[in-house]
């Protein structure tokens, strides 16, 4: 199995991660804040294990229908690289653990984001 590392300058030249955001980019701070889709299960945390990320989490949203989790947490700026090949990966895990409406459940959710946010300006 191939080690894909996606780098921030990867995801900022096209390559499209679908279920995460990043809010509040703090260039002054040690920390980034990012808000990612999961599941009831927290896929995610044996992928912050595998990869050695202790993000910080301090929010949970669940979805109306229950399927999708969404987590708020914080990155050190430093783990950034590591947190995008989760992100990355996770997508890839979702669909073979059945979530086969991952991809598309989060486009839907980064396009109402985007339509809130243009709504806001």
């Not at 595998?50 to 929010?59: C, T």
């Not at 229908?65 to 995008?84: E, H, S, T």
């Amino acid at each position: 199995m191939s080690d894909e590392r996606i780098t921030k300058e990867d995801e900022l030249n096209g390559i499209e991660l679908w279920n995460m955001a990043l809010f509040r980019p703090h260039w002054w701070k040690p920390w980034y804040t990012f808000f990612y889709i999961d599941c009831p299960q927290f896929l995610s945390y044996n992928l912050f294990d595998k990869y050695d990320i202790q993000p910080f989490f301090f929010r949970f949203s669940e979805h109306k229908d229950g399927k999708y989790i969404g987590v708020k947490c914080c990155v050190k700026k430093n783990r950034i690289d590591d947190f995008l090949v989760c992100m990355h990966e996770m997508q890839r895990n979702m669909t073979i653990c059945g979530y086969s409406d991952y991809e598309e459940f989060c486009r839907k959710w980064q396009e109402d984001l985007k339509e809130e946010d243009d709504a806001n300006e």
